[in-house]
């Protein structure tokens, strides 16, 4: 295929998934439904029969007929309208995509095996003009090399096998036109950063992301608890957005350009302050949106969300952004060290933490949103420790596994009718596919060979250890990265194999439900899930369990050997913690520290302290002054004006003999004045 051809798929990888989101939300629902005894179009879900410890907890409602009132026959047709506008376009994108990076030999893995240089491989893209600003200009430039064209394929796949999951997994839920439309923009937001070549058209997508993820959080809005999930997912990654922003200005006004290329191209030539300040900055940004310590805490309540989301957020698009960022400017990053350490740190303290938190928690999404933390600074610590070739590759292997886990983890809530693991277990006859398909999602989780997992995870160990090894981060950031990298790997294994039998091991935990809302039926299903749900999840099995392919000629089995160790030595711990007693949950071996870690280490309770309180109190201050003080003001000078007007009232009141009398009156009073003063 010719070069001018290959140069357009960017674009038009881009611009299916925003078309589909514009038809999704256009069309979708054209003709209007009509007024029939089965309901309305847009009819608001019904309520959650469960009343407590069930998927409610955390926001999530099954698919179908369990939680929503039977929809109008212009409603199915409406779902199913939405359906084809959200599926084909992003198969047609996924198709390009790979197209894509076929046509550059699939670079990025070429270049794990032979360890070549990053920007060697030939990389295809367009330019669509400049817009003129009075100073830097913005080019408007979409490049594909070696690092977005694999990205790419990552995000359109991940994305194409959440949309087909979605249509079982929300058949008939009234929005999900809208829920569908939400998946394309944020796919096609996604694919904008991913293929940019400037910064400032990169962060066009950065925080469209960001809107989408507000939306799609909030898909149940009518729970206040998701709705407050929402918001804070918003306003935790705006608040890392502030300092990014301010990064890139930083340094696309030193490169003189906010060209990708002539940024790196010049950062030689930077004062190293510059550079130093400009990265810390963009850290900001990238913390928020991958989710990294101090700017975490909203990921979990993210979980709020319908399962796909989670699975589309923390596999491919959202989370691996920021990771996505430092290394599409690697260069810049490494020419300022004090970053790097600063990375290293929070990637230490962001990876050990979280997989704590993920031993201590009952919600099986929970679990999940802090294994993709802990694993998310995984690549950070890569980053930090200069090999951004593991970073990737791991991002690449996590987003496999960890999007067969979560629509996994959602066919599971589809089968129980609950979040919690306490109301699981014995599911492993019941749900034989789901069975097997996540215990190959946990196995990667855990690094265990020969799942991808194994070799990416084992990437990243080396990388650590040979920063530490040649100085590429100070003493005390290397020592502690390493420490707790291989701390965590045990942590690892044992809250993936705790999650593993709490779910499908052990005695069936039947839930007792209320009786359900007119209109709806049992929430439990007593099948495994239809084959719209069980498709994607066999399909993405298989890169989850051979996409470490690409990385068994770089295998260091010494480190390998350690890292298994350790990840069964977590598990084993478990293991015989559950046999002891398998309806006690195995995160007593925690001991004291159980507590903390089920809390996340109070995070949360200390930004609610020391800032969201304060906020809300200066808050109801402002308002209180406004009513009081402005408005007070306001209303005090009117009714002045109203007590002033009544005393002209008086002398105006139509009555003509009063008139009359007043007249004579100031008559008299002027002949006597006359009088006496003439």
């Not at 935790?236 to 300092?243: I, K, Q, Y």
Request: charged content about 10%; glycine content about 10%.
């Amino acid at each position: 295929m010719s070069r001018t051809y290959l140069d357009a798929f960017p674009g038009l990888v881009i611009l299916l998934p925003f078309l589909a989101a514009a038809a999704g939300l256009l069309l979708s629902r054209w003709p209007r439904a009509r007024v029939t005894g089965a309901g309305v179009a847009g009819t608001t879900p019904a309520p959650d029969p469960r009343t407590d410890g069930g998927a409610a907890a955390s926001g999530d409602l099954p698919h179908g007929p369990a939680v929503h009132p039977v929809l109008a026959p212009a409603d199915a047709k409406a779902n199913r309208r939405a359906a084809w506008f959200a599926v084909l376009p992003t198969a047609v994108s996924a198709v390009l995509a790979c197209w894509l990076a076929a046509s550059q030999s699939f670079a990025f893995f070429q270049r794990l095996a032979e360890e070549r240089p990053q920007g060697d491989a030939v990389s295809a893209g367009a330019g669509y003009g400049t817009i003129e600003t009075g100073g830097v200009p913005i080019a408007l430039i979409l490049q594909a090399d070696q690092l977005s064209s694999i990205i790419a394929v990552l995000v359109t796949i991940v994305a194409l096998a959440v949309q087909i999951y979605s249509v079982g997994y929300l058949r008939d839920d009234p929005r999900y036109p809208s829920y569908s439309a939400f998946i394309s923009l944020f796919t096609s937001a996604m694919l904008l950063v991913v293929y940019a070549g400037d910064l400032l058209v990169l962060y066009v997508g950065w925080e469209i992301m960001g809107l989408c993820s507000y939306l799609l959080i909030g898909h149940w809005w009518e729970d206040r608890a998701n709705s407050r999930a929402a918001v804070k997912a918003f306003l935790v990654t705006r608040l890392g957005d502030v300092g990014f922003l301010f990064g890139i200005f930083v340094l696309g006004l030193s490169a003189g350009s906010f060209r990708i290329d002539d940024v790196i191209a010049k950062v030689p030539e930077l004062p190293t302050g510059t550079v130093v300040t400009a990265t810390l900055l963009l850290l900001a940004g990238v913390a928020g949106k991958s989710a990294q310590v101090p700017l975490h805490t909203w990921l979990p309540d993210a979980m709020a969300g319908p399962t796909p989301i989670s699975a589309l957020i923390h596999a491919a698009t959202m989370v691996a952004a920021g990771i996505f960022l430092v290394a599409r400017l690697f260069p810049v990053f490494l020419a300022a060290p004090p970053t790097l350490d600063v990375l290293a740190v929070l990637a230490a303290l962001g990876m050990l933490g979280a997989a704590l938190a993920a031993l201590a928690q009952d919600d099986l999404k929970r679990v999940l949103a802090y294994s993709t933390i802990s694993q998310l600074a995984y690549m950070a610590a890569a980053l930090a420790a200069g090999s951004d070739t593991a970073a990737i590759f791991h991002l690449l292997t996590h987003g496999a596994f960890k999007a067969l886990l979560f629509l996994c983890a959602g066919a599971v809530i589809h089968h129980v009718g609950s979040n919690l693991m306490s109301q699981m277990g014995g599911l492993r006859r019941e749900l034989p596919v789901t069975f097997v398909t996540m215990t190959i999602g946990f196995a990667a989780l855990m690094g265990l060979p020969p799942a991808s997992g194994f070799f990416s995870k084992d990437g990243v160990l080396v990388a650590v250890e040979h920063a530490l090894g040649t100085g590429g981060l100070t003493d005390a950031a290397g020592l502690l990265l390493y420490a707790c990298a291989l701390a965590t790997v045990a942590v690892t294994g044992a809250y993936a194999t705790r999650a593993w039998l709490r779910t499908f091991f052990g005695r069936e935990r039947p839930v007792a439900l209320p009786e359900p809302q007119p209109g709806t039926a049992n929430v439990v299903d007593p099948r495994e899930a239809p084959p719209s749900m069980l498709g994607p999840i066999v399909v993405l099995a298989v890169p989850a369990l051979g996409l470490g392919a690409f990385g068994l000629g770089h295998v260091s089995w010494g480190t390998a050997a350690i890292s298994v160790a350790l990840a069964l030595l977590g598990a084993g711990i478990v293991y015989a913690a559950w046999r002891g007693d398998p309806l006690a949950d195995p995160a007593r071996i925690l001991g004291p520290l159980r507590v903390p870690s089920e809390q996340a280490f109070y995070v949360d309770t200390v930004y609610s302290a020391l800032f969201v309180r304060p906020v809300l109190a200066l808050a109801r201050l402002v308002v209180r002054a406004d009513e009081r003080v402005v408005d007070g003001a306001v209303r005090g000078s009117g009714r002045t004006t109203q007590g002033a007007s009544g005393l002209l009232r008086l002398a105006q009141n139509g009555n003509v003999q009063l008139y009359v009398s007043g007249v004579l009156a100031g008559i008299l009073l002027i002949a006597v004045g006359a009088v006496v003063f003439g």
